[in-house]
């Protein structure tokens, strides 16, 4: 499966933005999805999760309250909607499959998308 991860920017604290991730190649329904994501001189780290079909979603506590992961199957689409964004919320934000269930670690997902930026300004 191909992932492209877009709708990144420049947003003020307190603002929000959506994140989608278009998969193609394959059935994206076959996959978990996930969101990492990778501030300058920092680790990639885990973001969010959601099941095949939207069962069970997972979330760093670094997001939780304020990010929400759902996905659209029939229109090979995730999403990451962001609210609430604070200037520690700026990184690379990268999308992510695996044909594993619910994982929080990098090395689990095998399919990555390129990565949108994410500016969130004091």
């Known amino acids: 499966v191909q992932l492209q991860a877009f709708g990144g920017g420049l947003v003020q604290a307190g603002g929000s933005l959506r994140l989608s991730c278009a998969a193609s190649?394959?059935?994206?329904?076959?996959?978990?999805m996930g969101w990492f994501r990778q501030a300058p001189g920092k680790e990639r780290e885990f973001v969010a999760t959601i099941t095949k079909h939207s069962i069970t979603t997972y979330y760093a506590d670094s997001v939780k309250g304020r990010f929400t992961i759902f996905r659209d199957n029939a229109k090979n689409t995730g999403y990451l909607q962001m609210t609430s964004l604070k200037p520690e919320d700026t990184a690379v934000y990268y999308c992510?499959?695996?044909?594993?269930?619910?994982?929080?670690?990098?090395?689990?997902?095998?399919?990555w998308g390129q990565g949108t930026e994410v500016t969130v300004s004091s």
């Open positions: 992510a499959a695996s044909e594993a269930g619910l994982e929080t670690v990098v090395s689990r997902y095998a399919y």
């Open positions: 190649g394959r059935t994206f329904s076959r996959y978990t």
